[in-house]
Structures are given as C-alpha cells and as structure tokens.
C-alpha cells in the first residue's frame, strides 16, 4: 500500500490513538524483512486467510497498532476486540484476508507488538484490581520504558486501567535525587518554581518523612516517596496529616513495589502507586497466527 493509501485509511480513525506513523512502520518492517527476504517470498503469493488468537486469557491492548499494519500491507482485518477488554485463551483477536506475502511479512512484527503489549496491560489490571479492593490510589508506570516503544508501553498501562505518568521530561518538573545531591531541596524546588510553566506540577522525590515535609513546605505539588518499605510510608504519611499540609498536594509511592507487595502498599494512604515494574516485568502473552486453508501453523 503506498504512503497516499494509508493517509486516507487514517482520515478515517480521527479518534484512534494508537495509529502509527508512516515513517514508524516503515522503519519496523525494514527492521524485520532486511533487504533479501527470501522466507516470505517462497510461498505463492495469493488470497488466503488466517486468524491471530490468544493462546491465555489476557487483557488486549495494540489493536491499533496492528490495525496500522495490515493497512499498510493492504490487508483485511476484522475484530471485535478493543484495548482493555478481557478475552480468555483461544480467543480469536482478528480475522485476516488477503495477500499470503504480506500477511507472512506483518506476522512477527505484530504478534510481537500485541504480546507484549497484551502482557503490559494484564499485569496492569492485576495490579489495579488489587489496589481497588483496599484504596482509591491510582497505580501508574513510570519513564522506565523500551527507547521508541514508550507511547505504546505507556498506551498498554492505560488499557490495563493504570496512569501513564508522564510520557516525557515535559510533562512535568520531577526534583529527583541527584538533583537534590547538587542543589538541595529548597534551591531546587525554586528554581523549578522559576522556570516551568504555570501547567507543569512540580514533583519532589524524598526519602525521609522529614524531606517529605520540607517539599511540602516549599510548595511541591507532588511528592514521591523513594524506595520507602510500608512501614516508613505509613509513618510519613502520618507525619504529613499531623502537620496538615495543603490538600492539594498528592502523594506517591515508588521503588521496589510489584504485585506481591501491592496491597501494603495501597494500605498506606498514598494517592499514587507508581511501578516501572508495570512494563519492564511484563510478561509477554502467548499470541499465534494461524493459515485458515494450511494445516501448519507459520
């Protein structure tokens, strides 16, 4: 399909989120089919049919994205999944028609884009579920993110019923660490103050109740609690109550959480959850494409 084909395919989902771009998926399939693909080409290139199926419940999520796909490649791709619905095993996920080449081609970039996807979006909901039956806390990722697969990662956590975060150092002001070791928590909580915009809250990451409650002072509007067991976390968030800092102030927990140690967590009182475990312990689903008229599967 050429690039003209695929801008008219677009005009027609204003509203999808997860399209990629031209040059995106462009660069993906030179990735994977090189410059002599002789596996593709050794089949017949004709009309046939294939399903893409989940072989384990899971939450989906890369509709999407392999939507963009099979447009490029001028296949036919028919589904009545949506990101963040639950589906059991065996499920099927798209019903494909069209050239035996090309579906060969958008095969393994797809099915690698919707396991991984899908398997960020169900630890997700397991970790969201958990939280829901303790707190209203929001449980987000984090920028710990494949390089060039962040909005889709980020994507996956949404359809899994998480927050994203912030998708870049845009986004907002984050005083972490080292910048605490360089400048301090007073200078650079004003220098933050200083430059960034009216829209951008300015979040501080403390750990020790007693720097939770110096950013507080200062004026932080978000403050993260680093690496804190539940314990200390329970313990700081009691100190802030007792020192009634302003309630326009969230705060969040990160460091060291995972599902196993979720729901201590959630017990604490925090506004926020906060996991890079969400994507960089995703396990991937197991997905499979299979050819209607061949007995094997490819």
């Known amino acids: ?15 999808v989120k997860e399209r990629m771009l031209i040059t995106d998926i462009e660069y993906f399939l030179a990735e994977d089919l090189g410059y002599n693909d002789v596996s593709c080409t050794l089949v017949p290139d004709r009309e046939v049919e294939a399903i893409i199926f989940t072989k384990e419940d899971c939450v989906m999520a890369g509709v999407d994205v392999a939507r963009s796909f099979f447009d490029y490649l001028g296949i036919s791709a028919v589904s009545s999944c949506a990101d963040g619905d639950r589906i059991a095993g065996g499920s099927t996920i798209f019903s494909l028609s069209g050239s035996s080449v090309s579906i060969l081609r958008a095969e393994r970039i797809v099915l690698n884009f919707l396991g991984h ?26 920028r710990k993110t494949t390089p060039g697969l962040r909005k889709y990662e980020k994507l996956a956590v949404i359809a899994g019923g998480g927050d994203p975060h912030r998708f870049n150092l845009s986004d907002a002001v984050m005083i972490k660490d080292n910048h605490v070791k360089m400048m301090g928590i007073e200078a650079a909580i004003m220098s933050a103050r200083k430059n960034a915009s009216f829209t951008q809250k300015i979040e501080v990451e403390v750990e ?24 200390q976390v329970a313990d700081t968030m ?6 009634v800092i302003p309630g326009h102030i969230i705060i969040e927990v990160s460091g060291g959480i995972g599902p196993d140690n979720i729901e201590a967590y959630a017990r604490t009182g925090v506004h926020v959850i906060s996991m890079g475990s969400l994507i960089h312990q995703a396990r991937w689903i197991d997905i499979s494409l299979e050819f209607s008229n061949q007995k094997s599967k490819i």
Not at 1 to 13: A, G, L, Q, T
Not at 215 to 227: K, Q, T
Not at 238 to 243: F, I, N, T, V
């Open 208 to 231: 020790s109740g007693d720097d939770a409650l110096q950013a507080a002072a200062l004026g932080a509007d978000i403050i993260m609690l680093d690496n804190m067991d539940p314990h």
């Open 1 to 15: 399909m050429h690039p003209e084909e695929y801008k008219s395919i677009e005009d027609n989902y204003p509203t």
């Open 117 to 142: 996807l899908c398997g960020i979006a169900t630890l997700t909901r397991r970790c969201v579920d958990s939280v829901a039956r303790i707190s209203n806390a929001r449980v987000a990722c984090t």
């Open 238 to 243: 009691a100190s802030l109550k007792r020192a």
